[in-house]
């Protein structure tokens, strides 16, 4: 098994723009804010550098926002991939400027979307936060993001943005995940997995049948 990666969330304390238009007689809502930002000492005691995370970007850029699957949910997400059912909005645009980094994103007509649309007209504030996988460089009283970072949305959509760190710390950075045949899983499946495996090996099938009845209760 690879070594481990944490999932990192990220809230930006900058207020987001709301962008309502009319367009052939319907409405189209948008936001525009700061998704995220490089060489800054974040509230979480992380600092992502520039040449890491503009690489990263890059490579979003190409890889979701260009292929137009760029997508984003509401609420805080507890894994690092995007689940469609949640999805509210799509990334339209992520781009530097200065040490920041301006996103732009549309918001859609799904079930989770109508919910930011109501809410956008309500007056609500709403925040986004940036989701990705990555390991940690400790030094000078700051978390470094390594270069393994891997971006996995520019932005989810949150209600709360004074949300505690021990929320994010134990939610979202509790667990390890690995890269399994190019898919992030838990850590704990995979060695699950292999234990599984090794052992029908030694055929050990008493202990492979309770091991797997475990591995089952997990997914």
């Keep these: 098994m690879g070594y481990t990666l944490k999932l990192i969330s990220e809230h930006i304390e900058q207020d987001t723009d709301y962008l309502i238009e009319e367009k052939d007689g319907k409405k189209e809502y948008k936001i525009k804010g700061i998704f995220m930002q490089a060489d ?11 040449e890491i995370l503009n690489k990263e970007v890059k490579r979003y850029n190409k890889e979701y926002i260009n292929e137009k699957r760029a997508f984003g949910e509401l609420g805080h997400p507890d894994g690092p991939t995007v689940n469609l059912e949640r999805a509210s909005h799509m990334i339209t645009a992520l781009y530097p400027d200065g040490k920041n980094y301006i996103g732009e994103a549309k918001i859609l007509g799904t079930p989770m979307g109508e919910i ?53 710390e134990g939610i979202f950075e509790g667990k390890d995940w690995v890269w399994d045949n190019g898919t992030l899983v838990e850590a704990e499946l995979v060695r699950m997995k292999d234990r599984i495996e090794r052992r029908t090996k030694s055929r050990h099938a008493k202990e492979d049948a309770l091991e797997f009845a475990k591995f089952l209760k997990l997914l």
């Design 116 to 168: 930011v649309k109501n809410l956008m007209d309500e007056g609500a504030k709403l925040g986004v936060s940036s989701r990705g996988m990555g390991s940690l460089d400790s030094k000078n009283g700051a978390n470094y993001v390594r270069n393994d970072f891997y971006l996995a949305t520019a932005a989810d959509i949150v209600a709360d943005p004074s949300a505690p760190n021990a929320f994010v």
């Design 40 to 50: 800054i000492k974040n509230r979480n005691g992380r600092i992502y550098p520039m």
